[in-house]
């Protein structure tokens, strides 16, 4: 078969159906190709007037991006070298073993001549790119597209190429930065529509940091698969369905297959997320990379991109600031400069209280930090800890729901949705969210540590394991953090803090400290140490009896009403509800 000649993507088949390729100058091509793997001021020239897609034959084009990856790393240059970088890509193949470098390096020209051989390439590559767009219109009429199809094609068409004039080679590129004041100024850059789940807005770039268990693959993957399909996420309402580009070098298949599946995804039901899977890219902080990335951004039109886990993705230290400035240098400026947002998944250091591991340089260039702590019961603490523009809430109290059928997880019941306190008083009993309830309607504080609650709810005859109370104690505490209706009206359906409602500090308690999700507020008691009193004795050093006259009673059992029962309008408390089963026999007032 040697003497069958393949056809290229790019050849096309004239009226009598003889093969053609489309326009190139092969023999200019093959001059820079040439003269750049000796010369890297002949490169730089030539990148001013052309760029990779100008070029038309692959081998020379892997030749322009391996030597545009050795003139970013400041790497000595020679056809030796080249083959060298190209070896370890394992594409040596594309260069026909190498046999390419050899005989492209020896017919070199002088550095000198390389921009006016550039200059060539780039007057061909405009037909050539006018001839890609004639040979579309004649496919597209052939498949019986209507003149609105038509059109939209060539909009397309010349959007790329006033695309090209603005931001491709030459001085245009370097120019193109110069803001233009009139339109600058005309811009309304405070309406920013965020993208679903308000997590960031288009063009942004966030990190999202949590430790190896809290499950931040499943709450993005999640949160990316809803935005590309155009679902609501988070209560957000739904939105146009976004590109999005998954990149992971973190996950199995079987792993991403079962996730998709118990989210709701399947054959015909991923939208526009494409998911790259180990894929064979270079270190992001280097240049190469970075052009590998911006590649595969391009092929799928990705508007917002997901690295999982960036730090399987750099070369350098992790705990070297350059290896952050070089990966911001290489891909996530590109990134930015193109508006296209990004989510940078990362490990949380030894010390949670410091944030991600590695150099604190991470944080420098990224819109939010949003750190992923998992409370227990399924509760999760997305909290922004950083911030640059304040856009969007602060934080978020996620609960993840799932279903279970044997070792596998039903389709289409996992999920992750706003925790919501009005729903908790139908939580199963033995849950820690039935807990957290229980707990309200003994009136403890949100700040109560454990010994204090254990102490509550052994008087209240409450028998449940230590760590469901833990996880409830942790519930609670994180209260306090939901943040204000300013910055998180989601927890205010009426827009003001209810006064006594979970979370807003009462005037009888103490100021609260402010502590990190998940960490405990009070010193572990000492074996000596006496437990507290139960709650409302009002004796000794325990919590002071409430006031009778501040106080509402139970219409029942006529002691204090507190918690969420008083917040919510009732008059009794729950184990005194006639309907619940517990209504005492005969009240005590009747009694009298």
């Known amino acids: 078969m040697e003497n069958v000649r393949h056809m290229s993507p790019r050849d096309t088949a004239d009226q009598d159906g003889l093969i053609r390729a489309s326009p190139h100058d092969a023999e200019a091509e093959n001059y820079v190709g040439g003269v750049i793997m000796h010369d890297r001021t002949a490169y730089l ?57 050899v005989k492209l390096g020896a017919q070199t020209i002088s550095g000198s001549m390389a921009a006016a051989f550039a200059e060539r390439i780039a007057e061909v590559a405009v037909v050539r790119r006018h001839d890609e767009h004639a040979n579309r219109i004649k496919t597209a009429i052939a ?27 030459g001085p245009s590129h370097l120019t193109s930065a110069f803001v233009d004041w009139d339109p600058f100024f005309a811009t309304n ?32 993957q999640e949160w990316l698969w809803r935005m590309a399909t ?23 298949h079987q792993d991403i297959q079962e996730r998709f599946l118990s989210y709701g995804g399947g054959p015909g039901r991923m939208g526009l997320l494409t998911y790259a899977s ?46 952050w400035l070089s990966l911001y240098r290489h891909t996530l400026l590109p990134l930015k400069r193109a508006g296209i947002a990004s989510v940078r998944l990362d490990h949380m250091g030894k010390d949670g209280e ?9 944080t420098q260039d990224v819109d939010h930090v949003w750190e992923l702590r998992a409370q227990g019961g399924g509760t999760l ?11 969007g809430p602060d934080a978020f109290v996620i609960v993840r729901q799932a279903q279970k059928d044997g070792n596998s997880y039903r389709p289409g019941c996992t999920r992750h949705v706003l925790m919501d306190y009005d729903h908790m008083e139908q939580a199963a009993e033995g849950t820690v969210e039935w807990l957290v309830q229980r707990i309200d309607d003994l009136g403890l504080p949100n700040d109560a540590g454990n010994p204090r609650t254990i102490a509550a709810l052994a008087h209240a005859q409450i028998k449940i394991g230590k760590d469901k109370i833990a996880a409830a104690v942790r519930m609670r505490k994180n209260r306090d953090n939901l943040g204000s209706p300013d910055t998180f009206p989601e927890t205010f359906p009426d827009g003001v803090p209810r006064e006594g409602s979970p979370g807003t500090p009462r005037e009888s308690e103490k100021p609260q400290v402010n502590h990190s999700p998940g960490t405990s507020r009070e010193p572990s008691p000492g074996p000596g140490s006496p437990p507290s009193p139960p ?30 029962r008083l917040d919510r309008g009732y008059d009794t408390h729950l184990g005194c509800e006639p309907e619940s089963g517990s209504h005492p026999p005969e009240a005590p007032h009747d009694a009298a």
């Open 143 to 169: 498949a019986g597209a209507t003149g609105e199809e038509l059109d939209k094609l060539d909009a397309e068409h010349r959007a790329y190429e006033e695309r090209r004039a603005a931001f491709g080679s």
């Open 354 to 362: 410091r944030g991600a591991r590695g150099s604190s340089a991470k």
């Open 535 to 564: 709650l409302g004795e009002g004796k000794g050093k325990g919590t002071p009896a409430a006031d009778p006259s501040q106080t509402p009673l139970c219409t029942v059992c006529e002691t204090p009403l507190t918690g969420y």
């Open 45 to 101: 020239e030539c990148a001013q007037i052309i760029d990779r897609d100008d070029i038309y034959q692959p081998g020379v084009r892997l030749i322009w991006d391996v030597v545009g990856g050795m003139v970013a790393e400041n790497k000595q240059l020679h056809p030796v070298t080249v083959r060298a970088e190209i070896e370890k890509l394992k594409r040596i193949r594309e260069v026909d073993g190498g046999n390419l470098l």
């Open 230 to 252: 155009g679902q609501s996420f988070l209560g957000d309402r739904p939105q146009p369905p976004v590109s999005v580009l998954y990149v992971d070098a973190e996950n199995g």
């Open 278 to 323: 180990f894929p064979p890219i270079r270190p992001l902080d280097t240049a190469g990379g970075g052009a590998d990335l911006m590649q595969m951004v391009k092929e799928v039109e990705a508007q917002v991109v997901c690295l999982d886990t960036v730090s399987r993705f750099i070369s350098g230290p992790e705990n070297d600031a350059d290896t």
């Open 381 to 391: 603490l997305l909290k922004r800890t950083h911030t640059r523009t304040g856009i």
């Open 189 to 220: 850059f405070g309406q920013v529509e965020l993208l679903p789940g308000k997590l960031l807005a288009p063009g942004q770039q966030i990190t999202i940091v949590g430790d190896g268990k809290a499950g931040k693959s499943l709450l993005v």
